[in-house]
């Protein structure tokens, strides 16, 4: 905890003493993903690392921190790939237009015998394999192919009339000039080529050649931090959650459910001579306070985190108090919050501010966390019990490459240079694009917010987007997984109910509903949308891929 009742880790509103997830396969793979894929790099860097006024989605299993530095440096790996490109071909529009169109239109005729041999190799690919040809990518990859076919007519068209006309007037001109602009014409189409193709495979090349260094025993390459990623470091381990949209568990992962029941505050029987007056039942004072019940469930959970019996252990669990601010109501911006701010939001809970006990079940080397969001809340002498789990799947395969025997020796290399020809028409379409969207952002974004500032009401200070969820497509890899999610939910579900049962009794609460309700919430499961369990979350991850 963080100087909570529960006590279980470093003072509150302090970062932890040590990051223990420098070395996940978590962080690995995400320092790889970097230069693998330029979406995930770029989105990081934009949303995360150039909005000082966000506050930064907690990190689970992972260190933010090198992972950000890898997206930073690959980031501008790819700006200077395109301020390359970009600036090449204004100096040769400049200099020789009539080149830079025959260049062009030889590279769309590349980009068109690229997708419709990806659309070929693709669909034969499905039919071998028994699957459903998606007609819908069959499709959008003819018009690909057709869009290449007419930019390369549309410069064929312009550029050949050209050396026509040049030709034609040999016969009333110097011959010596004629071929000169005819040599100057071939030799701007022929750099024209050499920029459009060897600029994005060197680039590709120098990518590939970051991401193998991640590969499995190497530690992530470590990178020198500036003021922003220290800041970032000190923020991704806090107490408190200030999120931004509808859900407030960003960084958690996948939804896997919501359980909760309310049971009224009455004596138990024992003792009483009419056992039929429920309003005289009920405790006009209720003999604990929220802050006990936390802390008792809280210790309890804890305790199974150290257990030196393996039959009582969870390996991998930790605990600890959490709070969710809502970021358009938040009045304060720090995502470390006191012993004292902890205690009064247990008592007088706000609409916007919600106090949660954090508990994470860590496996797979950080590549799976389970979380299970304990919340209690004492009003109307009622108890009102909510349990919401989340699971944070493993990157997605593309960062997992540098697992790959076959990512050792030179084929990769030549894989990677293939990567950047093959994209080639793209790299150069999207390369001004991407430029003028970085000098908007860094123009927009700049500045650091202070660390103690306290912004006005309406100001959305919430984060956004989380890196770990970016790198995660949802889905589990393997059956052991989805028995993970689900046992870890069970068992932590069982562990909250068998303890507040016994502090219950304990304060001689009546727990008969109580009882009957738990056996519904564990053996049932049910939550808006369905039955939790295995099948539930097979579903949702069936329901991810026909989205995709």
């Known amino acids: 905890m963080t100087g909570n009742p529960t006590a279980a880790g470093p003072a509150a509103g302090q970062p932890p003493p040590s990051n223990t997830h420098w070395l996940s396969a978590a962080t690995r793979h995400m320092c790889a993903g970097a230069y693998l894929d330029e979406n995930f790099a770029r989105t990081s860097v934009e949303e995360v690392y150039q909005q000082p006024q966000r506050a930064v989605a907690p990190s ?29 071909l204004l100096l040769l529009a400049c200099t020789s237009g009539i080149g830079l169109i025959l260049g062009l239109a030889l590279l769309a005729g590349w980009h068109t015998v690229v997708a419709f ?18 007609f819908g990518a069959l499709v959008r990859q003819l018009l690909t192919s057709a869009v290449g076919l007419f930019v390369l007519f549309i410069g064929l068209g312009v550029a050949i009339p050209a050396l026509g006309l040049m030709s034609a007037s040999a016969a009333f001109g110097s011959s010596a000039s004629v071929d000169a602009s ?61 999120y931004s ?15 909760g029941f309310a049971l009224r505050m009455i004596r138990s029987q024992n003792g009483l001579a009419d056992q039929s007056d429920e309003g005289a039942r009920e405790f006009q004072e209720l003999p604990f306070s929220n802050g006990e019940l936390v802390a008792y469930v809280g210790s309890g959970l804890a305790e199974l985190a150290t257990a030196h019996d393996p039959a009582r252990r969870i390996p991998g669990l930790t605990v600890a108090d959490r709070l969710f601010v809502a970021g358009n109501e938040a009045l304060w911006s720090e995502v470390w919050s006191d012993a004292a701010t902890i205690s009064q939001v247990l008592v007088n809970p706000t609409d916007s501010c919600r106090h949660y006990l954090e508990c994470q079940v860590t496996s797979w080397n950080g590549e799976l966390i389970t979380s299970v969001y304990v919340h209690f809340l004492l009003a109307g002498r009622t108890l009102y019990l909510e349990i919401a ?14 697992d790959d025997l076959r990512s050792q020796g030179a084929w990769p290399y030549l894989r990677a240079a293939w990567w950047g020809l093959a994209s080639a028409a793209s790299t150069v379409a999207s390369a001004p694009i991407n430029l003028v969207r970085a000098a908007l952002v860094a123009m927009t974004r700049q500045g650091s917010r202070a660390a103690s500032a306290r912004l006005p009401r309406g100001f959305d200070y919430g984060a956004q987007t989380s890196v770990r969820e970016l790198a995660s497509p949802g889905l589990l890899r393997n059956d052991f997984q989805t028995q993970d999610v689900v046992k870890f939910k069970n068992i932590l579900t069982r ?10 009794v304990a304060k001689g609460v009546d727990v008969t509903e109580f009882r009957q309700r738990a056996n519904v919430l564990i053996n049932e499961g049910v939550i808006v949308g369905g039955n939790v369990g295995k099948n539930a979350f097979k579903d949702s991850q069936i329901n991810s891929k026909k989205q995709d």
């Open 117 to 134: 041999y990806r659309m070929i190799t693709d669909t034969l690919r499905r039919i071998m394999a028994g699957e459903r040809i998606a």
């Open 245 to 259: 949209g509808y859900s407030p568990f960003i960084g958690s992962g996948t939804p896997i459910g919501v359980e």
């Open 182 to 242: 005819l040599s100057a014409l071939l030799g701007s189409a022929l750099l024209t080529m050499i920029v459009v193709f060897v600029t994005p495979a060197a680039t590709s090349l120098t990518q590939w050649s970051h991401a193998v260094r991640h590969s499995p025993g190497r530690q992530p390459e470590p990178l020198a931090p500036d003021h922003r990623i220290e800041e970032i470091q000190n923020q991704q381990r806090g107490n408190t959650s200030v």
């Open 495 to 504: 562990r909250v109910v068998a303890s507040t049962l016994d502090f219950l």
């Open 389 to 402: 789990t989340n699971a944070l799947t493993p990157c997605q395969d593309l960062y997992r490459t540098v």
């Open 60 to 88: 689970f299993g992972f260190d933010l921190g090198p992972v950000l530095m890898h997206c930073r440096r690959a980031y501008r790996i790819a700006l200077i790939r395109d301020g390359v490109i970009a600036g090449a």
